[in-house]
């Protein structure tokens, strides 16, 4: 698995709140700093970038009524030839007005879920 597969299986598993597998691919997460109530609703992945052992991603997640992006970029390190996802610096970024909204409605961010 590369760290580009790995980044897409942990956001899948965020979405099934499968915290045993995040911790398993993970070198630092632990259980209990993953296994908790959430009103998290994950809603899209893209992929940016990724090379090396970066994957630069944004991920959009609605809390409550607030739409939300994650713009991150991840450092996964190979252990025994297994590919764990190590850390991430996360960027301040915004989901940009006139962008494609991110709950799939088709219409503009501006027109849907930023109202």
């Not at 915004?94 to 849907?112: D, L, Q, V, W």
């Amino acid at each position: 698995m590369t760290p580009k597969e790995l980044m897409i299986s942990r956001y899948k598993a965020f979405v099934n709140k499968d915290w045993k597998y995040l911790v398993e691919t993970s070198l630092h997460q632990t259980l209990e700093e993953l296994n908790h109530p959430t009103t998290i609703t994950w809603l899209k992945l893209d992929v940016v970038d990724n090379y090396d052992n970066f994957v630069e991603f944004k991920a959009y997640y609605r809390d409550g009524s607030n739409v939300v992006l994650l713009h991150e970029k991840s450092r996964f390190t190979q252990v025994d030839g297994v590919w764990k996802y190590d850390d991430g610096v996360i960027f301040n970024s915004k989901i940009e007005r006139n962008e494609s909204c991110p709950c799939g409605s088709g219409k503009k961010f501006k027109k849907c879920c930023a109202k």
